[in-house]
């Protein structure tokens, strides 16, 4: 295949009109940084000097996996940092739709897109990717994926970035019974962490988890928990919109390079 900017690992089902929208594939921004394979494999060409960010969207279903655009669905807070420079390494994006799939009440999508990232993750550092140059991110289901990364510790990784996070939030239920069920699913999966390297982004308005349901996350040593007044007509997908990334640049990016230094102390 060669080295092209997004890299597409499996094959796509074709829309009529929207595209190549499948899930359980991977893009690579920028160009130069990454080489994938016909057989699906990839390799980070200069693993020492890069920190790679994995983000994954979020589903709507805990049990079907959605169709998705792993780059075209990534967030412009997260685009935007692809080839830039963070504590003098190169930044690459790697946007992952996952096709693990949870099935309530036993396991959540979150819980089950947890080992498929981390499986990823042990790739970056058997290739030579240091482990303080790896951040895991995601919206939603994602976004709870990427904090389960770092909370069960299978692997080394810098920290993570969660936008609208939510375990199991099923969105036919909302503020029903089930939401419920979720939030307390939220709680239990991050009790007794004596510390959690962590960006949380919370918006009030939020239907499925607004700050008030992800404020125990604030507690925990090591997590930046961020309350924000929705930019965009839906709060829960805020950090999809231009706006967001205008505003909250700066503090992605130095959050970043703040757990690049220190995990690499």
Same mark, same amino acid.
């Given at each position: ?10 094959? @796509? ?16 921004? /920028? ?15 200069? /693993? ?6 994995? %983000?994954?969207?979020?589903? &709507?279903?805990? &049990? ?7 780059? #075209? ?39 089950? !897109? ?12 058997? $290739? ?24 069960? !510790? ?22 029903? /019974?089930?939401? #419920?069920?979720?939030?307390?699913? $939220? ?6 962490? &004596? ?45 999809? %919109?231009? @706006? ?8 992605? !990016? ?12």
């Amino acid at each position: 295949m060669g080295k092209i900017k997004r890299l597409i690992l499996v094959l @796509c089902v074709c829309g009529l009109s929207s595209g190549c929208i499948t899930p359980g594939k991977s893009e690579f921004d /920028p160009i130069g940084m990454a080489t994938v394979y016909e057989d699906g494999t990839f390799t980070i060409d200069n /693993p020492q000097d890069a920190i790679v960010v994995l %983000y994954t969207p979020g589903s &709507d279903r805990n &049990d079907v996996a959605s169709a998705c655009r792993p780059l #075209a669905g990534t967030p412009p807070i997260i685009l935007h940092q692809a080839g830039t420079k963070i504590a003098g390494k190169d930044v690459l994006v790697h946007g992952y739709c996952s096709t693990a799939i949870g099935k309530l009440p036993d396991r959540s999508m979150a819980e089950a !897109r947890a080992p498929d990232l981390e499986r990823i993750v042990g790739e970056y550092l058997r $290739q030579g990717v240091p482990p303080n140059q790896v951040i895991v991110a995601g919206h939603s289901m994602g976004g709870w994926a990427a904090l389960l990364v770092g909370a069960r !510790r299978n692997v080394d990784i810098a920290g993570f970035i969660a936008f609208a996070p939510g375990n199991g939030v099923w969105t036919k239920d909302k503020r029903g /019974p089930r939401h #419920a069920g979720a939030v307390l699913r $939220q709680r239990t999966s991050v009790e007794g962490l &004596d510390r959690l390297d962590g960006l949380v982004f919370a918006f009030y308005g939020d239907p499925f988890n607004d700050p008030g349901d992800l404020q125990h996350l604030a507690g925990i040593p090591g997590i930046v928990f961020i309350a924000s007044e929705p930019c965009a007509h839906n709060p829960h997908m805020t950090a999809l %919109y231009d @706006c967001f990334w205008h505003e909250y640049a700066d503090q992605v !990016r130095a959050f970043i390079e703040e757990r690049v230094r220190e995990a690499g102390n």
